[in-house]
């Protein structure tokens, strides 16, 4: 397989379906020649998970991982450094806030809500980040998603904005730490 990517390895984070923009993202990637490797949230998206991991020639290399629970980022890691070894680039295209939160004010915004979106928006590229460390190539790369909602008022965006503005924030706390690693 030639292309940019021709030999490099990479997980995929946040495909729902074959709208999702990082099921996008990995045929982007496999037109480019890499290995990839899909996680899905549960059980449900598992059935529609696998078939795509399937189109991408990674049939054996699709994980369980709800970013909600820290025994799922362990398994994840102990499966990718079995069946992959190491990883050149991961894609974080991860994010959930309650709908009602998604609605009418943002002054309204309850607490639950509020950690919810942080939490699973993004908390989950730290802990991501962090346990595949060990298992990141030289000069490997790490990719989120964000939206013109995190600098600008966006309506209904609200919590998520918040959000993202973390979000973006934390990619910059990330790169110092990791960017002495190359
Ligand atoms: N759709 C847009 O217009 C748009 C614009 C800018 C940025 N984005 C961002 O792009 C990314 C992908 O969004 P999308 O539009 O492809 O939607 P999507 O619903 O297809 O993708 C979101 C993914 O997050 C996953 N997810 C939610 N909760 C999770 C959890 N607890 N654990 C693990 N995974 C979980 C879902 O399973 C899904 O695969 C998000 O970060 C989103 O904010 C989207």
Redesign the pocket.
């Known amino acids: 397989m030639s292309g940019i990517l021709a030999g490099k390895k990479g997980l995929i ?5 074959n ?4 099921y996008g993202i990995a045929k982007a990637c496999k037109v480019q020649g890499a290995d990839l490797a899909f ?3 549960n059980e449900s ?1 598992e059935k529609r998970v696998r078939p795509i991991a399937e189109e991408f020639g990674a049939k054996e290399r699709v994980y369980e ?4 629970k820290e025994e799922h980022f362990n398994a994840l890691f102990n499966a990718i450094k079995k069946d992959l070894g190491g990883l050149d680039f991961i894609v974080h ?4 806030a309650p709908k009602d939160a998604l609605e009418g004010e943002f002054i309204q915004t309850s607490k639950q809500a509020f950690n919810t979106a942080m939490e ?2 993004v908390y ?1 590229l730290i802990e991501l980040s962090r346990t595949m460390l060990p298992l990141l190539n030289p000069n490997a790369a790490i990719l ?4 013109l909602g995190s600098v600008k008022y966006v309506t209904n965006y609200n919590v ?1 904005g918040v959000a ?1 503005a973390a979000l973006e924030s934390s990619v910059r706390y990330l790169a110092y730490d990791l960017g002495k690693q190359g």
Do not use: E, Q
């Open positions: 984070v946040g495909v729902a379906n709208r999702s923009i990082a996680t899905f949230l998206l991982l709800d970013v909600g295209s991860v994010a959930f699973i928006s989950s989120t998603l964000t939206y998520m993202k």
